[in-house]
């Protein structure tokens, strides 16, 4: 063992949870940890803004299921990167938060830029500590990333006070551990499920996020397809069956007659599969509290009073629909549960849209063309507002994490810079925005990062001057909409001054081939789509009221 300085213990310590990034802000009090990384095999990417890297590393971590990392100072970059770290709580996205902090010696009185950054972040993190001294950095730092890392995941955060990293120590990484705990629920618990669902009508599954974060879409789909359950989703969970399988039972949340229409009014018995309840509150689908619910999930269940689980089975996704699937195979070809009646209605418009020319664009047509120029496995990542909602509601995916919204604590100007993270994950995917042009410019600031990293991400920012999903809402209440309203600056002399790309669509034919000249660059690039929203996402008078926030 050699003795060197804390920084450089913590990097290394980094460096074996195979940290490939740092997304963040360097400042005074993390000289000596910059300095370490850039000693290092980690790669320090320069934010523009805290926010925008705590977004990344987000994303990072929900599409490697490894924490991504971002960093700030003290006091204004610590608050800075709150709302990112605050989104991987409630989307449940391992992340690692690291802070800097004033020396231990003045922290206990007023002093400059010092707030009590351990104590802000408390309520945002599943764990976070102090430093208080460089002996326990190897534990510390594996511990934040288990912490992160185990089911369900979420970000912690660990705050770095500048004497600390700058003393010598001599201690070395504690290896870290990929293996995941894979636990099952006994063999009585299972045979329960079995008796529940083999004694029902008619059964649905509900399946959200939980079942892309550990990749166990392929054991549902499975299960679909030998016991001939329908299956809903939730807006995170898109993709989790092929849009046209036939066991899809379409994207449900959006409207209060979306879950009657997927088959869960006649539905006596409910299978929730990695479903967050941050998502859709069961109230939505469970209003009568009448339902027998059979709850798959890598957790205790959370207690709501319409989500009174029946069997709750808690372990590894994979291995519980695998072993559902075996004992309940005599289903298999012979039922069709839920309704297709949801499914049919929106795909039917959707279809439709390839023929609407109405320009300002309809939002059905935008997506129709996105869809067109995407692969299966290309990228579609929302932004929040109105623009999400279509998406939510209408966008066909084909594979799970191919269609990114952010509806946990659903912040706007989470795009751009997640965008940037998925690209890096994936670099041999396509990967497209859609952003309304409130949300865009919280974090525009993010396009000078992806023109530096040459992450070719075609952004497109649907205009309509308006905070839209805002109006939607104040026009239905209110019949009249108020402090919603703003002007913008031309989106693509401010790409240009960025040095990137741009274009405006000015008659409806130009988006598609427009949309692929810009997905062939290998610079990111800017779309401006003048959207026309007076087309109600509602869609149909038959989907009934809305039930969301965007
Ligand atoms: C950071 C943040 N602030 C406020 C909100 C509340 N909110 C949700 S959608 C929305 C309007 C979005 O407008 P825009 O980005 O233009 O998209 P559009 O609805 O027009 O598609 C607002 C203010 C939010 N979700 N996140």
Redesign the pocket.
Known sequence: MTERKASELFVECLEAEGVRYVFGIPGEETLDLNESLACSSITFVPVRHEQGGAYMADMYGRLTRRAGVCLGTLGPGATNLI?GVADAFLDRSPLVALTGQADLERMHKESHQHIDVVSMFRPVTKWNTRLHSPRVIPEVVRKAFKVAQAQKPGPTHVELPEDVMAERVDAEPLPSQLRIRRPEPSGRELLAAVEVIREAANPVVLAGNGVARVGAAGALREFARVTGIGVAETFMGKGLLDFEDPRARGTVGLQSRDYALAGFDDADVVITVGYDLVEHAPKNWNPRRDKRIVNIDTAAAEVDEHFMTEVDLVGDLDHILSRLGEELREGEGSRQTGSSRLNDIVLGRFESARADDAFPMQPPRALWEIRQALGPHDMLIS????????IARMFPAREPNTVMIANG?????IALPTAIAAKLVHPERRVVTV????????NAQELETAVRLRTPIVNVL???????????KQDKKFGRHFG?DFGNPDFVRLADAFGMPAWRIEAVDDFGPTLRRALDLDVPSLIVLP?D?SLDVAISEELGTETV??
Not at 409 to 413: E, P, Y
Not at 462 to 472: K, L, M, P
């Open positions: 709302t932004d929040v507002g109105l623009h999400k909602l279509w604590l659903a912040g706007m100007g952003c309304g042009d409130g949300g865009f410019l919280m649907w205009e309509n001057n308006q905070f839209g999903s805002i109006v939607w919603t959207i929203y926030a965007a």
